[in-house]
Each structure stands twice: as C-alpha cells, then as structure tokens.
C-alpha cells in the first residue's frame, strides 16, 4: 500500500538506508567497463526492493525524493573517491530528478 512504502521511504532516509545499485556499461567486443550507471534503492526486506517507479511519486509528494537524491549523491562521492584509490578510470552517470538539479544545496555539495 502507499502506507507502507511512504514507512519505507522515510524509514530510509531518516536512518540513510538508501542503497546504491551500480550497472556497470561495457564496451563490446572487449567487454571493458566504461560507465557505471549508479541510482538509489529501498530495501523492503533482505533482498526485496521498491521500485523507483513505485517509491518516486510518493518521496516527490513528500517532498523526500530531493533528500533521497542527496544521500544517492553522497555515496556516489565514496564510490568515485574509492575507485580511484584503486586505479579505476570510468564515467559516471547517477540518477537524480530535475528537483534536485534545481536545489542549490545540491549542486553545492
């Protein structure tokens, strides 16, 4: 119900249980990694997740999508500054929503 994925959300973001899934982009034939594609998930349960088509319409009408987006950016930061300890050269593409392209706060961070 829409109850209980608004819980969910804002369970996640009060608690900063948002989880970052990175879909790696290759480039054929080599299969060399290019791109990560990195976006932000709520778990339900252990190995259940709200989709973002499920979950988005309610953050936004909650005003936490931009919060949610935030907590995306903050862990894309540590996963650029970890793959570069370790020598990993890739673009990166994350999945946020014009609201948070349009925060000052944001684009500050």
């Known amino acids: 119900s829409d109850a209980v994925v608004e819980e969910l959300v804002r369970h ?9 899934f990175a879909q ?14 990195l976006f932000a998930r709520i778990r339900a349960r252990a190995g259940v ?17 931009t919060e949610i987006d935030h907590i995306l950016l ?5 996963v650029i500054k970890t793959n570069e300890r370790r020598g990993i050269e890739v673009g990166y593409f994350i999945n ?14």
């Open 74 to 78: 903050q862990h894309v930061l540590e």
């Open 96 to 109: 946020v929503t014009t609201q948070a392209l349009r925060d000052a706060a944001f684009l500050n961070d």
């Open 49 to 65: 997740y709200v989709a973002a088509q499920r979950y988005r319409p309610l953050a936004q009408h909650h005003t936490l999508q």
């Open 12 to 20: 996640a973001v009060t608690s900063d249980k948002i989880e970052i």
């Open 24 to 37: 790696p982009v290759v480039k054929l034939p080599s299969r060399r990694l290019v791109y990560l594609e």
